[in-house]
């Protein structure tokens, strides 16, 4: 009996119908080439079991046409069409599932953080074997449902962890479904490719210490007394008694004290706790210590706003000079720890800049808190603003005791 097969013509329909098969069912080039991903566009790709499978079909088909095996060549013919069948059966539902990617709470480096990947299937039948895939550069989530039956919201909870701040590109959310063999799948990319923000690290602030360390480096008496007057986030806190001088108001004097000792007493604000700042940041050039000085900042800043009272002023020096100033509260603080995320080592750090920013704003009346590499800013800051200007060296926040720096190494 003649060979299935046996002929060159045989094994050149073969291949062709091979070929046809693979160019008919849109055969995925992105396994040799970068394709860039077109929300909505349902599109077909065999997976490495696919190939696989494919070898084999292959390696038993040839073998069964060169030595005669009539056996061996239908069984190679039952594979190819397996492969059919699974390209033929698993879109069905594909393109009209919901997913929706919510990430909770705003995201800090080296800060475990909740990823919920939703799926909704509006349909009525259940689907088989659907798996939703969520990747980026330093990110990786994979959840493969069995069932997802009709009309049915499966939400998946994922913790994961970015370990660098600054802009983070989140890939395209993608949906397959390779059912019923898993050789070949369908696949559509549900949500395009997004970018968010990544916060810097925070460490642990003392604000008590913070406060005395204002007062120490800055005293309380040439700091405040230009105003006239307290902040009026200060009025509720009142640091004691004194004296009256030139330019008190009459409506501080407390007639009960000034009665008893015969002279007129007023009431000494507490100004350092009226939760009024402005900080100071010339970012160091070094990348190392400009880590510390953006975790530094961004803590401060984040503290201070939790309170929600006082106003807080945080300026950037640099050729472009930035300045976030407002009331204290989440927001507040959202918009400068951003604007730190995204700060690159700079090449230069110029001061007139920054200087004539703080002079034209109306900057919070409160301590002027400094932050870079080293003191030699200090004193051009203090002139320029004609406020005394407290310091905090980066490279020495080992003799810091209202700080602790983030846990672990930077990143």
Sequence with gaps: ????????????????????????????????????????????????????WLLLAGNLFLIGWGRGINLVVPLAYLM???????????????????????????????????????????RRRALLGVRVDDRGPDHEVSDFLVRLAGGATVCRRHTRTLHRRGRYRWGPLTVANGSPFGLAEWYVHCLPPEEIIVLPRLGRLHRGRLHRFLTQDTPLEEQFRPSGRPSPTARSEVHGLRPLRSGDSPRWIHWRTSARRGELMVREF???????????????????????????TATLCWEWCRQRSGRLGLAVAGAAPVLWKGGAGPDLARQMLEGLAVLEPPAAVPLPPLLAVLRSAEVPAGPVLGIGAE?????????????????????????????????????
């Excluded at 507490?270 to 530094?296: K, M, Q, Y």
């Excluded at 003191?375 to 051009?380: D, I, L």
């Excluded at 490279?395 to 930077?410: N, T």
């Design 375 to 411: 003191s030699t800013p200090r004193a051009a800051l203090a002139a320029g603003l004609r406020r005394p200007v407290a310091w905090l060296d980066v490279s020495r926040l080992d003799r810091c005791d209202f700080y602790e720096g983030p846990a672990g190494d930077a990143p």
């Design 270 to 296: 507490e100004s350092i706790r009226g939760n009024d700042l402005l900080l100071v940041l010339v970012p160091p050039t070094h990348p190392g210590l400009l880590e510390e000085a953006v975790s530094l």
């Design 1 to 52: 009996m003649a060979p299935i097969g046996g002929s060159w013509s045989n094994l050149t329909l073969a291949l062709l119908a091979l070929l046809f098969l693979v160019l008919t069912l849109g055969f995925d080039v992105s396994m040799f080439k970068t394709v860039s991903p077109q929300p909505g566009r349902l599109r077909f790709r065999v997976r490495r079991e696919g190939w696989l």
């Design 80 to 122: 190819l069409l397996a492969v059919v069948l699974n390209a033929l059966l698993a879109p069905w539902g594909l393109r009209r599932l919901a997913v929706r990617r919510r990430i909770e709470g705003p995201v800090f480096a080296a800060v475990p953080f909740t990823l919920d990947l939703e799926v909704h299937n509006p």
